[in-house]
């Protein structure tokens, strides 16, 4: 019982750690290396994910433990208050699904929102590599990519040839290294999470390092100043 106790106190002082450090000392310390920055951010944030749901296993195992010996004494109330333990155990976490569930609704909400883009997207201007170009009837400067699909602006169509394929770059070089799933798993984690703040500093940071890795992608093919002048209109 000792040994698990000991336990627990590790994983919640690492769990505690992670939490309150990393957005202190990791924010901003990247900038030349997205990629690295990307894998320390989801390897510590994971890790204490992982500690944590250690801590409630043990502390789940630890009543078990308790019910066991207090099943052996003769008061009738510590042999009840160990029988119930584990249904309020059971009671707390049907509360947390119930928040879970209501708090994963806003995204399916925005999933739809973001399918609309079929709709504002009705025609395929050019292939780019293994991306298809969409081009979108909204105002202003406007480019994102989702799957294997590119969808820009009519306004991106006027800039120069060298801009304009700096900027396709860019968003191809999101497809490539897999930032899509990356933000989906950083915006499930802030919608179950947003009340902590390495919640919303870990996706700040993983939307931030993945700009600065697709600049990086494009840069091995393109001139940084048509890229760097093209993404000033964006912003």
């Not at 769990?15 to 030349?32: I, M, Y």
Request: with cysteine.
């Amino acid at each position: 019982m000792e040994n698990l106790l000991l336990s627990l106190i590790i994983l919640i002082e690492f769990v505690l750690v992670v939490t309150t450090s990393a957005p202190l000392f990791l924010a901003n310390r990247f900038r030349k290396s997205p990629n690295l920055g990307i894998g320390v951010w989801f390897g510590l944030f994971f890790s204490a994910m992982i500690a944590g749901f250690i801590s409630v296993g043990i502390a789940g195992f630890s009543i078990l433990l308790t019910w066991r010996s207090l099943s052996t004494q003769e008061s009738i109330w510590l042999i009840l208050g160990g029988s119930v333990a584990p249904w309020l155990l059971l009671a707390f976490a049907g509360v947390l699904l119930a928040l879970g569930n209501q708090k994963l609704e806003p995204m399916f909400q925005k999933r739809a929102e973001i399918d609309l883009l079929s709709q504002l997207a009705p025609r395929e201007i050019m292939k780019f590599h293994k991306a298809r170009v969409f081009e979108l009837e909204v105002p202003g400067f406007y480019a994102l990519s989702r799957n294997y699909d590119i969808y820009v602006s009519k306004a991106v169509f006027k800039l120069t040839q060298k801009q304009q394929e700096a900027i396709l770059w860019h968003e191809y070089g999101h497809i490539r290294l897999g930032h899509q799933n990356l933000k989906r798993i950083t915006s499930l984690v802030l919608q179950l999470s947003s009340w902590f703040a390495v919640s919303r500093g870990f996706a700040y940071e993983v939307a931030k390092l993945c700009e600065l890795s697709a600049d990086k992608y494009a840069l091995k093919r393109v001139y940084s100043k048509d890229l760097y002048e093209a993404r000033k209109l964006f912003s």
